[in-house]
């Protein structure tokens, strides 16, 4: 796969801990890095690549780069994106794609096929093999779809995440990735019920969400806290013909005690890979984990700027999930269901 030069915004949590990591897996080469803080981290992990101190630096080497991947705060976004957009570079922006639905809309509108969000939970395996197991219709007509994204961290980190109230927290954080799969399994949102609470922090760490998708009817039940001793199952799918659950994420179980007992995720030698379960009543079987992993956003990332075509996360979505969110934080000011046109 063709190598390109990338201009990589901000080397922190996200900018080094996942986006460098998958660059480098997806044997890319990141050449111009914006920190202030970090140079000694940058070329030790990317020998000669440049480190400047913002993105107008990083710009006026817009002739020497193929793609910018803006990792920084989330209240950056729009004046980032803008500023590489207008350099005529093609961009690769972390989740949230703005603060805003408006704001979503207007990068959206901008982009001319040079715009990606770093959707990344597309690439899950459990989200795979979901979508694999409703392609095949073995769950039948599903009318629930839970996800859950919780920990239990009554400590919060001193950090922009949960101190910004504007920018930050979880419903702009984790809830832009359950809103995103839940409207990829089953379509657009036309109601939105939310809860949302600043309970050990300034920003929204304690979310919850209720969405009635238009095309089926179906009801999402998204979650995402960080004070919860106890988190219930990651996925749990219901389905006239069964249901299919994830009691344990990224390999980690949760402690629920007799539920996890029950639905046990580690293999057995000589079984194949699974990713949860298709339970019916007793009956449970496990489900192969389908192929397929987050650096496979980044190949494809790659195959869009080297031949053209659609980007791997259209815009368009991102400003569909930014309606969401807006809902949410309507919804839970104004104690009521909000409705989507």
Known sequence: MQALRIGLVGYGGAGRGIHARLLREAGQRVT???TRSRAEQVAQDWPGATVVPDVDALLAHADELDLVVIASPTGEHVAHVRAAIDAGLHVLVDKPLATSAADAELLAGLADGRLTVFQNRRWDPEQLTLLGLLERGELGTVHRFERRWERFR????DRWKENDPESGGLLLDLGAHLVDSAIQLFGPVE??????????????????????HAQNGVVSHLQAGAVVGAPGPRTRVL????????????GEPTPFGALDDA???TRRPGEPVHEGWLVRGAERQPVPRAAGGHVDLYRAVVRWVVDGGPPPVDPADAARTARVLDAAMVSAAEHRVVRLP
């Open 154 to 157: 009554p400590v919060p980190q």
């Open 239 to 250: 389905g006239d013909a069964g249901a299919y659950l994830v009691t344990s994420f990224e």
């Open 32 to 34: 111009v890095v914006v």
């Open 263 to 265: 639905y046990e995720e």
């Open 191 to 212: 109601q939105v019920y939310a809860e949302l609470h600043a309970r050990t922090t300034p920003a929204v760490d304690d979310v919850f969400l209720a969405l009635v």
